[in-house]
């Protein structure tokens, strides 16, 4: 089986085994930080078309703006399922699709904003994601991009090392990523970088 594949399909697994605890295991995190986090995010965006990946269980969708037209993805069934509920119960308008940010299935140059929450600590290749963002953003178009990132001190760098790898056994998602790196390696040109807290979280702007 393909090593990358056979890695998705182990992700995915675990992403929709916890689908149903999600919202509660980050309830405390998201009242403190991350919903103050998202709404600063959004108002960054520009529409008129626009792509969310990783859309998870729906975290974002009561913070979409008015004014663009927003299609989301995400590659967990039952993770999907919760944000069509959300969507349904806030009566937003997005179009929700099974998909996976490393094969997206969007025509080149489709939106001008591209954007996502907490997801390149999960996706298993994430240069084959940060390279599709790459290829359906539109050339006057962003990218968006709210993540945690390895620390650069050199202890906790360390500590967040040896962390990761019961964090990838627990919830999927890598908690020593250079994702700032990545981005650069894939030809963006980062506009802001934000160091949101302890230079651990970022708010990351860039463009094609």
């Known amino acids: 089986m393909n090593l990358l594949k056979s890695k998705t399909d182990q992700i995915r697994g675990r992403y929709n085994r916890i689908a149903f605890l999600y919202n509660s295991l980050e309830a405390p995190m998201e009242y403190l930080r991350f919903r103050n986090w998202r709404n600063r995010l959004m108002k960054m965006i520009s529409g008129p078309s626009v792509l969310e990946v990783g859309v998870g269980t729906g975290k974002n969708l009561p913070y979409y703006p008015l004014d663009v037209d927003v299609t989301a993805i995400d590659f967990s069934p039952r993770m999907l399922s919760y944000s069509k509920k959300s969507a349904f119960k806030l009566g937003i308008d997005v179009k929700l699709h099974l998909m996976d940010v490393q094969q997206l299935q969007f025509p080149d140059k489709s939106f001008d904003t591209v954007f996502g929450t907490f997801v390149f600590c999960s996706v298993p290749d994430p240069l084959a994601g940060l390279r599709e963002l790459r290829r359906v953003c539109k050339p006057d ?41 990545n981005i650069q390696k894939l030809g963006w040109k980062i506009t802001k970088d934000i160091n949101l807290g302890n230079n651990i979280v970022h708010l990351i702007e860039a463009t094609p």
């Open 141 to 181: 178009g962003k990218l968006l991009l709210l993540e945690h990132i390895r620390p650069h001190n050199s202890f906790m760098g360390l500590l967040f090392d040896a962390m990761n790898p019961i964090a990838v056994r627990i919830m999927g998602a890598n908690i020593n990523r250079t994702t700032i790196d």
